[in-house]
């Protein structure tokens, strides 16, 4: 069979961990699109067994360091569901504003230092800050805002200490909190550049029709917790999400697929969350979003880059709210009991729907963890994207396609540490 | 003077430690103008390559690929650096080294050609010559900092890694384990983060591994004298630094 390489991206660069990406024309007529993740797997669901509940946020944490924050929410989730823990209002508040730090750095990590570039034609944020040094300072300020909320509340912006099953260790004073407002307001009057910025990047554009999935929760834009919904008129609890969405395995990749059982690829992260709770964006985002020219629901995902600083600003603003009205609870954490079962818990990733469900025995131990993290959802999508540009892409000289090619993939802003480190030990009996 | 070439590469890890250079939000411009970036794949698309003056290496090595690489990496550096628990001590992953994962692995992956586990993560001083360890999961940004401050002006960085207990004392915080009974791994973990769990009335977990003259056997019955099982000492040895060797001897020995 004739088959000749149209792009091999070799290792990728401006993505969190070890991928690549390669585009073959065979003589079948369809090209092969494969997007190959060689990251080593770190088998998470397996060291996990036989450990104590209590210890599960804090391992599962150190499947990803740039979205730790969401790997412990989840699963608390699931363990406080399982353990009946009401959590109190005020610690629940606490979590919220960690968790828009999170998703504060990681946007503005990937909008400027990741994702930026490649509008631009540059190798990375140096060279555009050697163009303009204004845009990246602040966009690094805007970075160290997401990373300062993470202190303040975990102690730490990579694998946050202060989170437990039932609360908080210890909960900041209102003071302390309120020490980030001054900047963060000055923050939230500048904003408006960083929007106009984003969406003046010229780029390509891609119309194409997809199954969005993400939560939704009834009393803010989703992000701690909801309900799983799509824009085909799903909606479930979370402990359906397994009989909904299946993975699979395919021999380029250490990170499993998924898809919707008896359907095809979807999509997760910031394109399906504007498309479907756009009406709870805080009215300066929608504002922006108006001015701009974006409205739900959105189908091309070269306009994420737009709708991640859409949610910078929703998460400042958020935030700046939920800081004024917080008060330091009088109990940081509920006594709990650990007890048997199997447990569901979800949140909104800066990614999009992490999964989690665990098995925990009449000890308090885990016997069963899975984990869906939502870059391995996106998966499938992307290479579908990548598909749907080939035309274009076997029209561009090399630089051109291999570009091309890579703007398809990091519009998911893929996070191969988190999607490779799932492969799950099924002991087949020999 | 030309400026030196760092190289930033990431083995079997989070991708947290070679972030947190990205999250020295403040300093970094002026970082990246006293190196001259020869590879940084998470940062940058343009790579210039070998050699190294210094490397930072983030990660544990856990594929046959990896040793391949580690080596390379060593050949073409001057100063290689460990970065972070992955790197120093195995990180989370190298608790599969007390299972029989290897031995199965074939049966995990009936039609995997990917990936090319070895039977153990280990750390990359198994493998090659480390010049410098960071520690710590994740590593201290101060710490790394104080890294570049040090050796770009070529001198010898340098840590303390005294107990996290002398640090929690200065701070003033009541002892967790002599007035609650909390399991705490202070007196025998490397100060660097800043005593953040003690003084937010959690017990240490050991994110930068073992102090100096950490004793583990008079900890562990010190611990038992407070009424913490034997049991929950393993599992909390059992964390990101298990196969640091101070680490590892006394869980080899105690199960």
Redesign the interface.
């Known amino acids: 069979m004739a088959r000749r390489v149209v792009v091999d991206t070799g290792?990728?660069?401006?993505?969190?961990?070890?991928g690549s990406l390669s585009i073959v024309e065979t003589d079948t007529g369809r090209p092969e699109v494969k997007l190959?993740?060689?990251?080593?797997?770190?088998?998470?669901e397996?060291?996990l067994n036989g450990?104590?509940a209590e210890?599960v946020p804090?391992?599962v944490s150190?499947?990803?360091?740039?979205c730790?924050v969401a790997y412990q929410i989840s699963s608390l989730n699931a363990l406080e569901g399982l353990f009946g823990v009401e959590v109190d209002e005020q610690v629940r508040r606490l979590r919220r504003i960690l968790y828009y730090g999170e998703w504060i750095?990681s946007h503005a990590?990937h909008i400027f230092?990741l994702a930026a570039?490649d509008f631009m034609r540059v190798?990375?944020?140096?060279?555009m800050?050697k163009r303009d040094?204004a845009l990246?300072?602040e966009a690094?300020?805007l970075?160290?805002m997401g990373?300062r909320l993470m202190s303040v509340i975990g102690?730490?912006?990579?694998?946050p200490?202060?989170l437990?099953i039932g609360g908080i260790?210890?909960a900041p004073s209102k003071e302390t909190l309120a020490s980030v407002l001054p900047e963060l307001d000055r923050l939230r009057s500048s904003v408006q550049k960083m929007v106009a910025f984003v969406s003046s990047l010229e780029g390509p554009s891609l119309e194409r029709d997809s199954t969005l999935v993400c939560l939704y929760d009834a009393a803010h834009y989703a992000i701690d917790r909801g309900e799983i919904v799509s824009n085909q008129g799903l909606r479930l609890p979370p402990h359906d999400f397994e009989e909904n969405f299946e993975e699979y395995?395919v021999?380029?990749?250490?990170a499993l697929h998924s898809r919707t059982k008896g359907g095809g690829s979807y999509m997760v992260g910031p394109l399906a969350r504007f498309s479907l709770n756009y009406n709870q964006l805080n009215p300066a985002a929608r504002a922006l979003a108006k001015g701009v020219g974006l409205k739900p629901p959105l189908k091309d995902p070269f306009k994420s880059i737009v709708v991640r600083a859409l949610e910078i600003v929703h998460a400042l603003e958020e935030t700046a709210r939920e800081v004024k009205e917080y008060e330091k609870p009088v109990r940081p954490s509920a006594p709990y009991k650990a007890r048997a079962g199997t447990c569901y818990g979800v949140s909104e990733a800066p990614r999009g729907i992490l999964y989690h469900s665990y098995t925990i025995n009449g000890r308090g131990h885990v016997e069963r963890a899975k984990i869906v993290p939502p870059t391995a959802q996106n998966q499938a999508r992307m290479e579908d994207d990548v598909r749907l540009l080939v035309p274009r892409i076997m029209s561009s000289e090399a630089t051109e396609a291999r570009r091309l090619s890579e703007m398809a993939i990091r519009n998911y802003d893929p996070?191969i540490?988190c999607a490779t480190h799932f492969?799950r030990?099924?002991?087949?009996k020999? | 003077m030309s400026k030196p070439r760092l190289g930033v590469f990431k083995f079997s890890s989070c991708d947290g430690c070679q972030l947190s250079i990205l999250d020295a939000e403040e300093e970094l411009l002026e970082l990246l103008d006293r190196v001259e970036l020869a590879d940084f794949l998470e940062a940058s698309s343009a790579s210039v390559g070998s050699p190294y003056d210094i490397a930072l290496v983030e990660g544990s090595v856990s594929t046959e690929e990896e040793v391949e690489r580690i080596v390379r990496i060593r050949k073409e550096s001057k100063m290689l650096v460990a970065l972070g628990a992955c790197a120093t001590s195995g990180g989370l992953q190298a608790l599969r080294n007390w299972s029989r994962l290897g031995l199965f692995e074939s049966a995990v992956y009936p039609e995997q050609k990917v990936a090319r586990a070895l039977e153990k993560a280990l750390p990359l001083s198994d493998f090659v010559a480390v010049d410098f360890e960071l520690r710590g999961c994740p590593i201290s940004k101060a710490q790394l900092l104080q890294f570049f401050a040090a050796t770009l002006r070529g001198a010898k960085p340098r840590f303390s890694s005294s107990a996290v207990c002398f640090e929690c004392k200065r701070a003033g915080n009541p002892c967790l384990v002599v007035a609650g009974g909390t399991p705490c791994l202070g007196p025998v973990t490397a100060s660097g983060c800043g005593v953040l769990c003690p003084s937010r009335g959690r017990g240490c977990y050991g994110c930068f591994g073992p102090s100096d003259d950490a004793n583990l056997d008079s900890y562990a019955s010190w611990l038992s004298a407070h009424k913490v099982d034997r049991s929950t000492i393993g599992l909390l040895l059992k964390g990101a630094n298990s196969q640091a060797p101070e680490f590892m001897r006394w869980i080899e020995k105690n199960g």
């Open positions: 290792p990728m660069a401006r993505v969190e961990g070890e190959n993740i060689f990251e080593p797997p770190r088998f998470f397996a060291l450990r104590r210890e804090d391992i150190r499947i990803c360091g740039i730790p750095e990590l230092m570039p190798p990375d944020a140096i060279a800050a040094p990246v300072r690094l300020t970075k160290r990373n102690g730490r912006e990579i694998h200490v202060s437990k260790y210890r395995q021999d380029y990749s250490n996070c540490s492969l030990l099924d002991l087949r020999a």
